[in-house]
């Protein structure tokens, strides 16, 4: 029912592991199989199915599976569903030391925060006013600081239906929630996902623009945080405040180039109106984690607009936890290719070690390795990824 911390790259949907086809006659048996992975993060968790025949719920196939996972692990991002040709269209890139004013602005992204499962969303003005508006740009409503607003998505009828301070509606548009100053954070009342190292805290509050919207090639109704990228980088959970800064610059570069990629090409889930997803593309937290980290926030400012390419165009930059001492080239592991900054190359600070993820690219542990021991943010780029250079996208 929906997004699953469990989800191996096998799945066949983010939500749908498995799916026989063919008929099982009265009396027969069939066997589905399907793999599960442990949550990255520590704790007690049930993992819950549905079975179901011709689209229908078979009555005694709810299937609970407990799971207790006893240590904090790194949770990589799904890069399973790359075609074997990483094409996008091209972009105007300039050297570090180029002239700016050749530029386009920095770009916006749209994040698929989670999918609902009751159809609606309850939307706070925590730091500043906000205003709610229509898709087609036209001003609904206005909200305090401290008010709220709920938007249900009326399925029956097929129209959103908004409630609540001063705001009152009914529109087949979709609302959009945007805070007055433009950069504040909105809070998502209804929405918790707490940080398991932090009693308290709660990561439910985003900048930018946040909208309930129903997607009908998926039957879905999502949460959606549209936002400048850079806002986006410094939201996302891949590395720690603690880490060392060459470390952060260089995680934060190969993950703004991943981003834009898929900025670029816009189709992974255009189909849903999104751009990434927060868990299973790079995992995203939102404005919590900019409290959080600050030397995050630092590492994004410092390496701002800069992505790797390769002979000129954006290159497509896989990253993962941990290699068994050496990495993987693109064909190697996904077939295609072959892409020359995608090869296998040595990862001695990975030495003895097991491989944790795809393999293919840049080694989270190598790269804090050869950050612990002085090298630069590039350095650690061009290592994992051969012969790139790196050079500014936007202003």
Known sequence: GGLSSVRDD????????VKAQGATKPGELSFLTFKIKAPAKRGVYTASFELQADNQPVAGGLIDIPITVTADGYIPPNLSSIPTTPSAPPLNLIPLNGDLSSLPAEPIIRVGLYKTTDNQS???????????????????????????????????????????????????????????????????????????????????????????RYTPSTDSVWVINELPIEFYLKGIGETSNSSPYEFQKTLLTAARTYAMYHVQRGTKHADESYTVDATYDQVYRGYGAELRDPNVVAAV?????????????????????????????WTEVWGGGPYPWLVSVPVPWDQGRTLWGHGVGLSATGALGMANDGHRYDEILKYFYTGIELRLAYK
Not at 10 to 17: I, R, Y
Not at 139 to 152: F, M
Not at 317 to 323: D, K, L, V
């Open 122 to 212: 309850v939307f706070r003005a925590k730091y500043a006013p906000v205003t709610v508006y229509q898709s087609n740009g036209a001003s609904v409503c206005h909200l305090n600081v401290g008010d709220s607003a709920t938007v249900l998505f009326d399925r029956a009828y097929k129209v959103y239906k908004l409630s609540g301070a001063n705001c009152t509606g009914q529109s087949t548009d979709v609302y959009e929630f945007r805070a007055d100053d433009g950069t504040s954070a909105i809070e998502i009342a209804d929405f918790s996902r707490p940080v398991s190292w932090l009693p308290g805290a709660n990561d439910n509050t985003f900048r930018g623009q946040l909208e309930l």
């Open 301 to 329: 400012d410092a390496t701002r607009g800069q992505i790797v390419t390769y002979n000129g165009q954006l290159a497509i930059t896989p990253y993962y936890s941990r290699s068994d001492g050496r990495t993987r080239s």
């Open 10 to 17: 096998s799945w066949q949907d983010p939500a749908f592991p």
